[in-house]
Every structure is written in C-alpha cells, then in structure tokens.
C-alpha cells in the first residue's frame, strides 16, 4: 500500500536511507540521516509502501534546484528495502509520484543516479527516464571519485 509518510514512518525510512549511505554508492552522501531530519522530510512530499504494517519503500521529490526558474522541475530520491526489490514495488511507488508531482504542476522530473548503480540507470529508463548527462568524476565516496547520471522523464 502506497501512501503519505508521517512522522511515524521516520524510523523505517531512516534505517533504508542510512544502510544505503553507508554501503553503497547510490547515494554520494557520507553522512547519515538523523531522526529529526527525516520527520521534517515527511512533512514534504514523501510517500512509503507498507506491507505487512512494515515501511519496505519510500520516494520524495523537491524542487530540482532553488529560484523560480526551476519551479516546474522536481528531482526524486527513491529507496527500497532489498527485500521490496525486483517485485514491481519501486515502480509503482515512481509512477505515483510522477502523477502527483503532475497534478501539483512539476513538468519534469530528474533522477540523479550513480553511474555504478547500473541497477537504477536501467530501473528509471524501464520507467520512461531519458539519459540527459553525464557527470565524469562529480563525487568521492569511498576513497573513489563517481561519476553521476542525470536521467529525465516529462511529466
């Protein structure tokens, strides 16, 4: 079942977010989450699967850079649980919030994922995103400079 994150859910988004910040590459980041930040991310457009009363997945979109010049242009984080992976779930959780990113007025939306996440670059196009860029050697993480994928869908 997808719907809104509430503060409640900050604890199960947190423990997905943080595993994913300190063993992989899919998020650059080096620094965890705290709980406080991630209740005040529920407050936005944050969005969860729950299955079996468990937070397996969650998505959030924002505006893609500040100013006014961006306003019609969100960027997207999603994040599954590896047991919620390869069951159709972070698809569905992308579609609905390409559609309500649409209904509220964005004309598009970027993902920006890690060029070694070869996973997500195929998972976004699966799902209609179009290789915009490529940015050769933007993070470090890992004692490694990463190189980013900047993948777009209009909405």
């Known amino acids: 079942m997808i719907r809104a994150a509430t503060p409640a859910d900050a604890l199960a988004i947190m423990a997905i977010w943080n595993a994913a910040i300190r063993d992989t590459t899919v ?3 080096p620094v965890e989450k705290s709980v406080e930040e991630v209740i005040a991310l529920t407050a936005t457009a944050c969005s969860v699967v729950e299955e079996d009363g ?3 997945a969650f998505a959030r979109y924002f505006q893609f850079r500040s100013g006014p010049g961006y306003a019609h242009t969100a960027e997207h984080t999603i994040l599954l649980h590896p047991s919620a992976t390869g069951r159709g779930i972070g698809r569905t959780l992308l579609d609905a919030l390409c559609d309500h990113a649409r209904k ?3 004309h598009s ?3 920006a994922v ?3 996440n070869t996973a997500g670059v195929a998972f976004h196009a699966a799902c209609g995103f179009s290789e915009v860029a490529r940015l050769p050697e933007v993070g470090f993480k890992f004692g490694r400079w990463l190189d980013l994928v900047l993948m777009q869908k209009r909405l």
């Open 104 to 106: 509220v007025g964005f």
């Open 114 to 116: 890690s060029a070694e």
């Open 27 to 29: 998020t650059f980041s």
């Open 54 to 56: 468990q937070v397996i």
């Open 109 to 111: 939306t970027v993902a």
